[in-house]
């Protein structure tokens, strides 16, 4: 499953973030930023796509809110909030040139995301392929 195998990818890619302390030069800053979002992106396309292979009719909608929603429901991931968290992050990439935004979403990635990524890829290899 392509959009499985893209995921496990960008996972082990943005585990590198751990490589890197404060502070950081703004290239470094921005891959990190870029790390996550690749990987949160990554994320909710393999939900989808899993969900309605799974007959989940909810999820044909494309919007990540609503897959990470029906995912919820599914028994796929465990935290919605935490999951709506990462979302409200993801759509604060584009605002990452201020840096306390961007230093906001490399320490949610640190603290919470890759944790919540690495339990999503433990659930979909037990439960779902």
Known sequence: MKKY?????SLANMKEIYNY????????LT???GLYEICF???WKMMKEILENHGYEESATGSPKLILKT???AGMIKDESLWLKA????NNVTHSYNQKIALGIVSQAKENFYHMFCELKNEIESNWL
């Open 31 to 33: 891959g990190l930023v």
């Open 71 to 73: 995912a919820y429901k």
């Open 41 to 43: 992106e990554q994320a």
């Open 87 to 90: 979302l409200q992050e993801r």
């Open 5 to 9: 195998e893209n995921f496990c990818s």
């Open 21 to 28: 302390e404060e502070p950081y030069d703004n290239v470094i």
